[in-house]
């Protein structure tokens, strides 16, 4: 798609978060709403999916300097200033 539009990418930014605590995040958004799909089960899947086929697309954007990892962790300011910060070192 890239391509097409003649347009590369620029900064691969990742929300790093200990995955104990992505845990608990969705099994506390299931319980606040009522999600049926945020469960152990469906949890424990969603992070082997992601392990075996989003994980290694940061290592491959690593090797290429593109990768900025963004602690996800803390105040949501702190977390967006972050990624603003990231995005404002390439623009510059």
């Not at 969705?26 to 992601?50: F, P």
């Amino acid at each position: 798609m890239l391509k097409e539009r003649n347009t590369a990418v620029s900064v691969v930014v990742g929300l790093e978060v200990p995955e104990e605590e992505l845990i608990e995040r969705i099994i506390l958004r299931g319980k606040q709403t009522g999600r049926a799909d945020d469960n152990m089960e469906t949890v424990k899947n969603r992070l082997d999916v992601y392990h075996n086929q989003t994980s290694p697309l940061q290592a491959y954007y690593k090797e290429q300097g593109l990768y900025r990892g963004i602690k996800g962790t803390g105040k949501i300011e702190e977390i967006f200033a972050d990624i603003c910060k990231a995005v404002d070192e390439v623009k510059a």
